[in-house]
């Protein structure tokens, strides 16, 4: 207990032989009891002013004491979350963490905390799933494709049943199509199971959340449940439905050797298998079993891309034409009915819908792990060039020659020089074993008594490159001495 505290803080303390009290403008209360040589203090029980035992515990209070309450301790390590079970942790690792009960404990919330810790709440709380077809339609809008699609297409709109995990696609050139496939969609799914829809879950693109799409689900009694802002978990059926139709898209794709302009047709494939797969989602069958009661059929499914030969009516043949064109398989008419298959004719870049066809599988199907042409990687290895092998001439290595064009009165003489050419290889380096004489004229070696040649380098022939030449073929005509002796014996040896 600080005295001095007390007393700077305007309290007088009184000391007598059972009893310590304490008082302030005229107000007397009792502070502590002897007990031996010792006073212990009432815990301020005596105090009965709020004010003034606040006053007090200030005036009792030293830097020494590391005892806190449980907030001032919140703040001391760093706005920790604490509780009775954390601070027993941390107490028992640590030495010197005295916490003490508040008068009141604290429930207000830490405004610091907020500003510094708040984060996104995870949606891991189950909800209230629909148990009726259409009941609740989930729907979201994917794209722009980087590639434009056969017909123009850069988008694509699901329409997921929640209860039967149904799926509809339809291909859009743009985002302003989206009110329209939702009428198709739903005037086709309505009429097929006997439902009305009730609830349509998206995102607040704009696509959704316009004055016309509003107005039009008002006017047929349809609840629009439109998930927050930046929480795509809020959709995540839709979500993770295009993330699963543009996996196997891709797949089909790569697997087809088509080029991305197909995206549309494999988006719409992909959809046409998963309505047909069980799922475990959904009570371990399959969306139209949902709907129907029967298990689907799925034995007209082939693969994507194969080689299909198409019949040609006869009503669209001459005698001596072909019976069958030859297409690809890009996907099935679910309007036309079963076996009904949508095929691409690259003749004229046009979609036929047939059931008289032949369908070549083996055009497509490769080992598992073979890539596609468009994606196959080669690396070539960098290394050394190749040496020559002894024997033999790389003729990569010589000079070509410039043209030497001979003057008047020399002409006869042009042949016989051009024998007496020798190329040489260039500077590189470059061992040549076995080097022989190539001569342009291709008239035989030439003898033994040929003098030996500079190996330097010579420049290319400049501005007077036709002056020099004209020299050196003079100089051959006036048959100069090449050796020291021919030239002390020749009969200008004075000169």
């Given amino acids: 207990m600080s005295v001095s505290r007390m007393v700077d803080a305007g309290y007088t303390v009184e000391f007598g032989q059972s009893t310590c009290n304490v008082r302030k403008a005229g107000v007397r ?28 515990n200030l005036g009792l209070m030293t830097n020494q004491s590391p ?27 640590v030495q010197n963490m005295v916490v003490t009960d508040s008068a009141e404990p604290s429930t207000t919330i830490c405004g610091i905390c907020a500003i510094g810790r708040q984060h996104k709440e995870a949606g ?15 729907s979201d809008l994917c794209g722009p494709m980087q590639t434009v699609g056969l017909n123009g297409e850069r988008y694509f709109v699901t329409f997921m049943d929640e209860t039967s995990g ?22 086709r799914a309505e009429k097929n199971s006997g439902r009305e829809i009730r609830a349509l879950r998206s995102d607040g693109g704009g696509e959704y959340r316009n004055r016309e799409f509003e107005k039009f689900l008002i006017e047929a009694g349809i609840q629009h449940i439109v998930s927050p802002p930046y929480t795509p978990s809020q959709n995540g059926l839709a979500e993770r439905m ?32 998963h309505n047909r797969l069980p799922s475990r989602s959904h009570s371990n069958i399959s969306p139209l079993e949902h709907w129907t009661g029967k298990q689907p059929e799925i034995g007209h499914l082939r693969v994507f891309g194969a080689t299909t030969w198409v019949h040609v009516p006869g009503e669209k043949r001459q005698k001596l034409d072909p019976k069958s064109v030859r ?85 006869d003489n042009a042949t ?72 002390l014996s020749c009969n200008e040896r004075e000169k």
Avoid at 391 to 405: A, C, H, K, R, V
Wanted: hydrophobic share 30%; proline share 4%; net charge neutral.
């Fill in 166 to 187: 149904r799926v509809s696609i339809t291909l859009l050139r743009s985002k302003d199509g989206a009110l329209t496939a939702f009428k198709d969609y739903r005037a």
């Fill in 327 to 411: 297409c690809l398989l890009v996907g099935y008419e679910e309007d036309a009915g079963t076996r009904v298959y949508r095929l691409y004719n690259p003749a004229n870049s046009k979609i036929l819908v047939s059931r008289d066809e032949i369908i070549d599988e083996s055009s497509v199907i490769r080992n598992p792990g073979e890539c596609s042409s468009t994606t196959k990687i080669e690396w070539e290895k960098e290394g050394a060039p190749e040496e020559p092998k002894e024997g033999e001439t790389n003729y990569e290595d010589f000079q070509p020659l410039d043209s030497i064009i001979p003057p008047a009165g020399v002409a």
């Fill in 416 to 487: 016989e020089m051009q024998d007496s050419i020798t190329l040489r290889p260039r500077s590189t380096g470059t061992h040549i074993t076995g080097r022989e004489n190539i001569s342009s004229a291709g008239t035989g070696n030439q003898s033994d008594s040929q003098p030996r040649r500079s190996q330097r380098m010579r420049k290319a022939g400049g501005l007077f490159a036709s002056q020099t030449h004209y020299a050196l073929l003079a100089g051959q005509e006036q048959h100069e001495p090449l050796t020291l002796t021919d030239a």
């Fill in 242 to 273: 295009n993330r699963t139709i543009m996996e196997n898209a891709r797949c089909i794709l790569e697997d087809s050797h088509l080029g991305k302009e197909f995206w549309g047709y494999a988006v719409l494939t992909a959809a046409h298998i």
């Fill in 124 to 138: 891991t709380k189950a909800r209230e799933k629909a148990t009726e077809i259409l009941a609740v339609v989930h």
């Fill in 67 to 93: 005892s806190a309450t449980l907030e001032v301790w919140h703040k001391r390590l760093c706005h920790r979350t604490l509780d009775e079970l954390s601070v027993k942790y941390i107490g028992s690792k």
């Fill in 29 to 56: 209360a009792l502070l502590g009891r002897r007990i031996g040589s010792l006073y212990y203090l009432n815990n301020g029980s005596a105090i009965r002013d709020t004010k003034q035992r606040v006053e007090a």
